[in-house]
């Protein structure tokens, strides 16, 4: 289930990266940082049940950094 979410997430975010590199239309870029952070909280919920702490945290540390600049750019 969570390698299904992550597949559906890291496409949006190809997605909407690639949009914004070929139109050089960058108004989409806070909610790809949304989508990234998201992401790297399945990431970081995977490796916990994988018991692999630290590959957990640098990903819970990423959530948490990608999710601050996110909702800066969005408010």
């Avoid at 975010?13 to 806070?30: C, E, M, N, P, R």
């Amino acid at each position: 289930m969570l390698t299904i979410i992550r597949i559906i997430l890291a496409l949006t975010v190809i997605i909407l990266a690639t949009y914004g590199l070929i139109t050089q239309d960058f108004k989409y870029q806070s909610l790809m940082m949304f989508v990234l952070s998201m992401m790297m909280l399945v990431i970081a919920i995977s490796e916990f049940k994988k018991s692999r702490t630290g590959y957990g945290w640098v990903s819970l540390i990423a959530f948490v950094f990608l999710l601050l600049v996110s909702l800066q750019g969005l408010f």
